[in-house]
């Protein structure tokens, strides 16, 4: 599985980006998936997770009612519209695949990574 993540960038607070992270090499609608981020000098940190069909979703404490991850099956695409972005926000944020049906928490159940995309939030 290749995951490419991308729509990272520079924003002020109180807004918004939308990352995508396109997969291939697996029938996307089989696995979850999610979104995890790492600042400097902190661990990584889960986001948000969803089902393989969509239709279940599950969030970090930090972006809840903020964050919204969805999922294209025909595009092969998830995606995390990050609305009323704060600098706390500020770190690289990874796709990650669970060949499961259902997303977990834990960074060490994921099966493969994208590279990354940067998210930077000013005050």
């Known amino acids: 599985v290749q995951l490419q993540a991308s729509g990272g960038g520079l924003v002020q607070a109180g807004g918004s980006l939308r990352l995508s992270c396109i997969a291939s090499g697996r029938t996307f609608s089989s696995i979850a998936m999610a979104w995890f981020r790492q600042a400097p000098g902190n661990q990584r940190e889960f986001v948000a997770g969803?089902?393989?069909?969509?239709?279940?979703?599950l969030y970090g404490d930090s972006v809840k009612g903020r964050f919204t991850i969805s999922k294209d099956n025909a595009k092969n695409t998830v995606y995390l519209q990050m609305n009323s972005l704060k600098p706390e926000d500020t770190a690289v944020y990874y796709c990650a695949v669970h060949f499961r049906v259902i997303p977990t928490t834990g960074a060490n159940e994921y099966n493969y990574w994208g590279q990354g995309t940067l998210v930077t939030v000013s005050s």
């Open positions: 969803i089902s393989s069909s969509g239709g279940s979703t």
